[in-house]
């Protein structure tokens, strides 16, 4: 199985970006779906996720910022991120459960900064 992130890049603060990353592979039940950013000398943190049912959680610093959405044909999650701000500045990866193992995407590099 492997993980493609794509959309990651520079937006000003208060901008908007959509992280978008595609499973391919010997793909045939995904499960939940996952973001997750780092930031140098940090632990990689939730950033938001998203059932097979499409319940969807997120971190608190998110919350009605960010939305995550899958399209199941596609084998795909994505992330809309609005209203970004520099403390949102980390690489950004990709994460889906299945058959009891995770996969993970290589990261995309969101830079937010004036």
């Known amino acids: 199985v492997q993980l493609q992130a794509s959309g990651g890049g520079v937006v000003q603060p208060g901008g908007s970006l959509r992280l978008s990353c595609a499973a391919s592979g010997r793909i045939f039940s995904i499960g939940a779906m996952y973001w997750y950013r780092q930031t140098p000398g940090k632990q990689r943190e939730m950033v938001a996720t998203i059932t097979s049912g499409g319940t969807t959680n997120y971190a608190d610093s998110v919350k009605g910022r960010f939305t995550i959405s899958r399209d199941n044909a596609k084998n795909s999650v994505y992330l809309q991120m609005n209203d970004l701000k520099p403390e949102d500045t980390a690489v950004y990866y990709c994460?889906?459960?299945?058959?009891?193992?995770?996969?993970w995407g290589q990261g995309t590099q969101v830079t937010v900064s004036s």
């Open positions: 994460s889906i459960f299945q058959a009891g193992y995770v996969y």
